[in-house]
């Protein structure tokens, strides 16, 4: 299949997803269009202007795209969601605490209609990582749970009531992000365990939900003893020897961004498109500059001129790609204000059932102390945490709260918090695990309004939200006045049992 220079443009820019800078086309933006056939998009925060304004973005995105338009985002619920305005749903986790497949179904429907509102159709969700190690600090909360069959259980179902809605979901991260001690988007995480280890524990919601996954993402971590040069997503024995042979997949797969250090710092966006599209990739997230991303699309173009790319292995990958579009395609479904009020309470519900207490906590009663972080930001996974006003709407106005507002909690130390016979609130609105010292720490009750696993460092009553989305901090909010009761029970061993 010999191409000239237009013809491998073309196949080259149907592989390549881009992002955009901000909440409008410039003409920047509208010149790569115009020169690329691009047909690819992934959403970020910094792009969403409310359901109007989203609206406005999207449907020009459609026109521009056309019909194989791909318009994506990660909305898994929880601390993962970039459109907050709409009706959000719980952490992966918090739909471990209740258990319930069918909960977790409807909440997959409802993130899916809020996506069609908003005219996207794919999401990155759900999570298949198995949360095995406390210590993952990327993963956490999104983690359904350690066990990887009721991982493949809750998600499967998840991934059911979107599928069922018209939107495409996208399981995440293979081969598997659980076990890690670093975060790809900072660093080159490894995993030593060898592949009968993956094939016990973070291979079986993979191999589970082989056949409803319509598309996969891939994971930027270094498997040593089964490839010790190139992370999952660069690895031809990861992504055309494990996944396609082995496991016979035969959706689409996607690339985590090609800008996370992990990827950037080692062998750079252009380079590493291609290495990824010869791994078996189908289709590389190339998010950065325009320039990066321009330059990523040059480079698949020279590699298919060169023979670096065999054109006919990416022309299959197109047409992956293509049907995925077909089946779900983009459009701007009209919005149901009554179905968004049933969405929205059906995300109330959920994050009431989730809470869950360890040690016995209890709403406190007289004056409080409340100890929290004044402002979080995002850490570029996560969306910003709550700043210290929003943990102040917790309570009443005339609930007696004296403040111990600090600039990172992850720094507190014992003698900064009085025993004076008010009663010691810590509300953590952080990701970080606390020192070892916290042991120490003066606290009668633990609020973990994000992190799970800080638990494991306070061993104090605890109440456990799993996030820190609109429902969940209502959810909170209702259990300190004590009108709700936590039902959830926690999803985790080491929690269980802490």
């Known amino acids: 299949m010999k191409l000239d220079r237009e013809a491998a443009r073309r196949l080259a820019a149907a592989l390549v997803m881009i992002d955009i800078p901000g909440t409008t086309l410039g003409e920047p933006e509208l010149a790569l269009l115009r020169r690329y056939p691009l047909r690819?998009?992934?959403?970020?925060?910094?792009?969403?202007?409310?359901?109007?304004?989203?609206?406005?973005?999207?449907?020009?995105?459609?026109?521009?795209?056309?019909?194989?338009?791909?318009?994506?985002?990660?909305?898994?619920g929880g601390a993962v969601s970039r459109a907050t305005f709409v009706p959000v749903g719980p952490s992966g986790m918090a739909l471990g605490a209740v258990g319930d497949a069918e909960l977790a179904q409807q909440v997959g429907a409802a993130t899916a209609r809020s996506m069609a509102w908003l005219g996207v159709n794919w999401n990155f969700a759900p999570v298949l990582d198995v949360n095995n190690n406390p210590a993952n600090p990327v993963i956490g909360e999104r983690s359904f749970s350690d066990d990887p069959d009721e991982v493949a259980r809750l998600a499967g179902a998840w991934m059911k009531g979107s599928l069922a809605e018209g939107v495409a979901c996208c399981v995440k991260h293979f081969p598997g992000h659980g076990d890690t001690h670093e975060d790809s988007h900072h660093a080159?995480?490894?995993?030593?365990?060898?592949?009968?280890?993956?094939?016990?524990?973070?291979?079986?919601?993979?191999?589970?939900?082989?056949?409803?996954?319509?598309?996969?993402?891939?994971?930027?971590?270094?498997?040593?003893?089964?490839?010790?040069?190139?992370?999952?997503?660069?690895?031809?024995?990861?992504?055309?020897?494990?996944?396609?042979?082995?496991?016979?997949?035969?959706?689409?797969?996607?690339?985590d961004a090609l800008m996370m250090r992990a990827i950037a710092d080692r062998w750079g966006h252009a380079r590493a498109a291609v290495l990824a599209l010869q791994a078996g990739a189908d289709m590389v997230l190339a998010q950065g500059s325009l320039a990066e991303q321009e330059g990523a699309i040059e480079a698949v173009t020279d590699a298919l001129l060169d023979g670096r790319l065999d054109a006919e292995a990416l022309q299959l990958a197109a047409n992956r790609v293509d049907r995925l579009a077909a089946h779900y395609p983009a459009s701007l479904r009209e919005v149901d204000p009554a179905q968004w009020a049933r969405d929205e309470r059906l995300m109330e519900r959920a994050a009431e059932r989730a809470l869950t207490a360890l040690r016995a906590p209890q709403p406190p009663k007289g004056p409080l102390r409340v100890i929290t972080q004044g402002e979080v930001s995002s850490d570029g996974v996560s969306e910003a945490g709550p700043s210290a006003r929003d943990v102040a709407s917790l309570w009443e106005?005339?609930?007696?709260?004296?403040?111990?507002?600090?600039?990172?909690?992850?720094?507190?130390?014992?003698?900064?918090?009085?025993?004076?016979?008010?009663?010691?609130?810590?509300?953590?609105?952080?990701?970080?695990?606390?020192?070892?010292?916290?042991?120490?720490?003066?606290?009668?009750?633990?609020?973990a309004l994000w992190n799970p696993f800080q638990s494991l460092d306070l061993p104090v009553p605890t109440l456990l939200t799993w996030g820190y989305d609109a429902p969940a901090l209502r959810a909170l909010r209702a259990w300190l006045k004590g009108d709700l009761q936590a039902q959830g029970r926690a999803p985790i061993r080491a929690l269980e049992h802490a």
């Open 397 to 447: 106005p005339d609930v007696d709260i004296e403040w111990l507002v600090v600039p990172k909690l992850s720094a507190l130390r014992a003698e900064q918090i009085p025993r004076d016979g008010r009663c010691n609130v810590l509300a953590s609105n952080t990701r970080a695990r606390y020192p070892e010292s916290a042991q120490d720490w003066p606290i009668d009750l633990h609020l």
């Open 188 to 255: 080159l995480p490894q995993v030593d365990k060898s592949l009968p280890e993956l094939e016990a524990l973070e291979l079986r919601p993979f191999r589970r939900l082989n056949g409803c996954a319509p598309a996969l993402m891939t994971a930027h971590i270094v498997y040593p003893q089964l490839d010790p040069e190139r992370p999952a997503t660069l690895s031809p024995f990861f992504l055309t020897e494990l996944l396609r042979r082995r496991i016979g997949y035969q959706g689409v797969v996607i690339t």
């Open 40 to 76: 690819a998009i992934c959403l970020f925060r910094r792009n969403l202007s409310g359901l109007a304004g989203t609206r406005r973005l999207t449907a020009e995105l459609h026109a521009l795209l056309g019909p194989r338009g791909l318009v994506a985002i990660d909305q898994e």
